[in-house]
């Protein structure tokens, strides 16, 4: 990927450039520069960001130095030129400092082609065809966006196939910009190594004796060469190069004198096999070498550990390394995560054996460092907690941490935690978490969750998007929830915060929330304050809430973020009043 220069650094590079040449620069003199210094941006570039060579020279004080020609001084040097030196071409006017621009000519006439010929000089017969192709009416600009277009779409095409996908012919993009490569890297197309050594490789001019050499040098260092070595390795040719001139790559390794072993020919020697072919090969190694205990490799792995075709071959026959173990009658993932977990398991009673007693959280994260187990919160993630993994594998739980915890011990590793975590701790993070007492001892033992993390040490500069402490201990999970539930506060509203509505709606299975129940003159009114409407699953979900509460006669108020802006506290309370006086009157 080239470089990304601000304008002040173009400037400054092309007014560096101008000093060396003594002059200013023509568009050729940057052309031919950048053929040994790629630092300097190249035309198209410096055309786009400045809107041409021209507005670029004044930004930089730089004088223009072309002279303006009429359309017949225009006719006439062509004509003599024609006359000194035979039939013009664009690269060689180009190069004439005495002559105008091929482009000026291109732009003035409609092309070079019109341009020679309201010129009288006659076409040769043996160039018109050429001519036809190869002189155009489209500027660089143009050629390149139409390559770029092509190339995004289809990828790098052979230069006989210009036409085909309706460019202009190779030769034209060859005259302009001297190579297929500096076409695709003018258009800021990235070519990777793979493509690059494919159709541009150094090597493609090399003759067979030479790539021999290669092949026997690399041997005679490294072992024998393969296919995927030679894809990676930018210093040696292709494996398709070989293909190409050897009619194989087992071939060319014959022909350069090297002698595969009887364990490796299938590396080399490769028959086209069928999908079912594939899967049998497949299944009978995996059937003789893996158990349930081990992880099914992926198809990546399959193309090294056995007879079968390369990565390339099996993606693009099965697509995904989930749909080839499907065609086995293998669920590739589910029985990937329960090799996983057996592991697990047996890396859980191996420490036990060790350490000889059953290891509780602080054990199992310790080990975890030394690369004797998985971490605690892997354990979590599949087990559900330490106590449900213990109990399932027939141990008897580690003790109950609150039991056997002061109050001011507790309220240390709530500090930790929230440390470890770099934001306040939620209650579920406390429930999920084996070194701190569940939320529930902090709610028993310090009146709410809220006041044991002031009394922790968490105050303002803890607060995040995430979740905020109000005054009264209170958490809220946004600056809408804050400002709400403070409002609350102030105005002494009984209410409950984060209520199910499975303790409102009889029956009802899910583990959805309200953000306030509040209880005012004997009623119940329900809060939900909608947040994020900009997204689909979320206004879905809106929906279905508001229907819930509609169905099941429940009083629902709804707020938006629209109904926070520029509104102080006060007036968000007369707007909740007005809202239960607008509910109750219905």
């Known amino acids: 990927m080239g470089n990304t220069y601000t304008d002040e650094e173009l400037i400054e590079l092309y007014k560096k450039f101008a000093l060396k040449l ?18 300097l941006p190249s035309s198209p570039v410096l055309s786009r960001r400045f809107g041409g060579l021209t507005n670029l020279n004044n930004i930089c004080g730089l004088i223009m130095h072309y002279k303006y020609y009429t359309d017949e001084e225009m006719m006439k040097l062509l004509y003599n030129f024609y006359l000194v030196n035979g039939f013009p071409t664009k690269k060689m006017i180009s190069m004439d400092n005495s002559m105008p621009h091929a482009e000026v000519y291109c732009k003035r006439f409609g092309s070079f082609k019109d341009a020679i010929i309201k010129a009288n000089i006659p076409i040769p017969k043996h160039k018109e065809g050429r001519l036809n192709d190869n002189f155009c009416e489209l500027t660089k600009e143009q050629l390149l966006h139409q390559l770029e277009i092509v190339i995004k779409e289809n990828g790098i095409i052979q230069t006989n196939k210009f036409k085909e996908y309706g460019l202009k012919s190779f030769r034209v993009y060859r005259n302009r910009f001297g190579s297929y490569k500096s076409a695709l890297q003018l258009a800021g197309i990235e070519i990777q190594d793979d493509i690059m050594r494919k159709y541009f490789s150094e090597f493609k001019n090399i003759t067979n004796d030479k790539l021999l050499e290669y092949l026997k040098d690399f041997y005679s260092k490294f072992g024998i060469p393969t296919t995927r070595i030679l894809k990676f390795n930018k210093d040696m040719p292709s494996d398709s190069l070989y293909r190409e ?11 350069a004198g090297i002698c595969i072993p009887e364990s490796r020919e299938w590396l080399y020697d490769r028959k086209r096999v069928n999908d079912e072919e594939i899967l049998e090969i497949v299944s009978k190694y995996i059937h003789n070498n893996f158990t349930e205990k081990d992880r099914l ?4 792995d399959l193309y090294v550990l056995c007879n079968a075709p390369s990565y390339s071959v099996l ?8 749909k080839f173990y499907n065609q086995l009658g293998i669920n590739y993932l589910s029985h990937n995560i329960k090799a996983f977990e057996l592991d697990m398991i047996e890396n859980y009673k191996n420490l036990k054996e060790s350490l000889g007693y059953v290891p509780d959280s602080r054990d199992v994260d310790m080990a975890s460092k030394k690369g004797l187990c998985q971490g605690m919160k892997t354990y979590s993630e599949h087990f559900g907690s330490l106590i449900k993994f213990q109990k399932m594998l027939g141990y008897e739980p580690t003790a109950n941490l609150g039991l056997m915890i002061t109050k001011e011990d507790a309220l240390l590793e709530l500090k930790e ?4 975590l770099g934001r306040l701790p939620t209650q579920k993070d406390t429930n999920e978490c084996e070194w701190t007492p569940s939320q529930g001892y902090y709610h028993h033992n310090f009146g709410s969750y809220g006041k044991a993390l002031i009394l922790a040490g968490f105050d303002s500069t803890w607060y995040n998007r995430k979740v905020m402490i109000t005054p009264k201990g209170n958490l809220a999970f946004s600056s809408y929830e804050y400002d709400f539930t403070t409002m609350l506060e102030e105005n002494n509203v009984e209410f409950i915060k984060e209520d199910y509505y ?3 709606i009889i029956g009802f299975p899910e583990r959805l929330q309200f953000d306030h129940v509040l209880f005012i003159d004997g009623n119940t009114y329900y809060i939900e304050i909608f947040g994020i409407m900009e997204y689909e699953w979320y206004r879905n979900k809106t929906i279905r809430k508001i229907k819930l509460c509609e169905d099941n006669n429940l009083k629902l108020i709804d707020f938006y973020k629209e ?9 968000l309370f007369e707007m909740l009043m007005e809202r239960i006086k607008e509910i109750d009157n219905k």
């Open 22 to 39: 003594g002059r200013t620069p023509l568009q050729k003199d940057i052309n031919e520069e950048r053929k040994t210094d790629k630092t």
């Open 315 to 322: 993606n693009n026959r099965f697509d995904t390394t989930e």
């Open 502 to 504: 499975k303790n409102h």
């Open 563 to 571: 109904d926070f802006k520029k509104k102080n506290r006060d007036q």
């Open 417 to 420: 935690l929230g440390i470890s």
């Open 297 to 300: 490799p992926s198809l990546k």
């Open 245 to 255: 001139r050897f009619g194989s790559f087992q071939n060319a390794l014959i022909e």
